[in-house]
């Protein structure tokens, strides 16, 4: 089971990227799943999570407005559009998905069963 983050790279502040993560292995179709970050010396942090249906999303406070969440279960891919970047968006991003069925809606990484690898995204000031 395999979960391949892409889209990262460098942007001026003000600009738009748009991460994917593919699985494969397993489709997660059913499951929850969200995207965090790490910034260099922090914590790994919460950024959105959607349920398995894309009928609900919820964000960190300090992207919502900015950042979209979606999913397309026919690809087994979840993106993250993320809008009006600011420098303290700088960080790796990672996607993760749950392991049971239907899942539950949480912000917690521990309840997350499977990490991509990564990828980083870098907002120049």
């Known amino acids: 089971v395999q979960l391949q983050a892409s889209g990262g790279g460098l942007v001026q502040a003000g600009g738009s990227l748009r991460l994917s993560c593919a699985a494969s292995?397993?489709?997660?179709?059913?499951?929850?799943m969200g995207w965090f970050r790490q910034a260099p010396g922090k914590d790994r942090e919460f950024v959105a999570f959607?349920?398995?249906?894309?009928?609900?999303?919820y964000y960190a406070d300090s992207v919502k407005g900015r950042f979209a969440i979606s999913r397309d279960n026919a690809k087994t891919t979840v993106y993250l559009q993320m809008n009006s970047l600011k420098p303290e968006d700088t960080a790796v991003y990672y996607c993760?998905?749950?392991?049971?069925?239907?899942?539950?809606?949480?912000?917690?990484?521990?309840?997350?069963?499977?990490w991509g690898q990564g990828t980083l995204v870098t907002v120049s000031s």
């Open positions: 993760a998905a749950q392991n049971r069925d239907l899942g539950v809606l949480t912000t917690t990484p521990a309840r997350y069963d499977y």
């Open positions: 292995g397993r489709a997660f179709s059913r499951n929850v």
């Open positions: 959607i349920s398995w249906s894309g009928s609900s999303t």
